[in-house]
T-cell receptor, first 111, second 116 residues
């Protein structure tokens, strides 16, 4: 029941864009996105609830397609500070708050 | 608020020893989660509590693992006996309410466990 993230890793030059995908085989109620810097704890980016909404956080935005059980994280005009591992966390309906994370996508932004 | 506090930050022990990891959630948070992070498996949910009551412990790998939450401000994760494959970073996280109600998780700094 762990969501699947793709790609596993991506290398960007500063200013380039990237998309990270998260998909589940089960119907989802919500999708969370977190970023983890090396040696640190994961930090919250955004939540998307059922309803197909799209949210934004600085130049980072995300969408949630509940019919396809997929979410995508969009990073535009990437900055060095965007480097880290990105995790999607998914919650299924009637799971009482149980948040399961994908394997993570390692993003490296080079100058 | 000081955030989620975990102790110890690092633990090195020998196989067969008992290990106890501690967590103090953010005051007022009703949910507490224990996750384990390894390169192979990523962030695995071990167990989570709501109002000090364990809700789902299906992620606890074996009977060697146990978790308690005796009150709203303290939780422990115990491994007895420990094995080298238990080596990982263990994170505690808390949230104000269910993830489904638009509430984010706040993670502690983690405990780096090494079992030799």
């Amino acid at each position: 029941q762990q969501p699947v993230q793709s790609p596993q890793a991506v290398i960007l030059r500063e200013g380039e864009d990237a998309v990270i995908n998260c998909s589940s085989s089960k119907a989802l109620y919500s999708v969370h996105w977190y970023r983890q810097k090396h040696g640190e704890a994961p930090v919250f980016l955004m939540i998307l609830l059922k309803g197909g909404e799209q949210k934004g956080h600085e130049k980072i935005s995300a969408s949630f397609n509940e019919k396809k059980q997929q979410s995508s994280l969009y990073l535009t005009a990437s900055q060095l500070s965007y480097s880290g591992t990105y995790f999607c966390g998914t919650e299924r309906q009637n799971q009482g708050g149980k948040l399961i994370f994908g394997q993570g996508t390692e993003l490296s932004v080079k100058p | 608020d000081a955030g989620v506090i975990q102790s110890p930050r690092h633990e090195v022990t020998e196989m067969g020893q008992e290990v106890t990891l501690r967590c103090k959630p953010i005051s007022g948070h009703d949910y507490l989660f224990w996750y384990r992070q390894t390169m192979m498996r990523g962030l695995e949910l071990l167990i989570y509590f709501n109002n000090n009551v364990p809700i789902d412990d299906s992620g606890m790998p074996e009977d060697r693992f146990s978790a308690k939450m005796p009150n709203a401000s303290f939780s422990t994760l115990k491994i007895q006996p420990s094995e080298p494959r238990d080596s990982a970073v263990y994170f505690c996280a808390s949230s104000l309410a269910s993830a489904a109600t638009n509430e984010k998780l706040f993670f502690g700094s983690g405990t780096q466990l090494s079992v030799l």
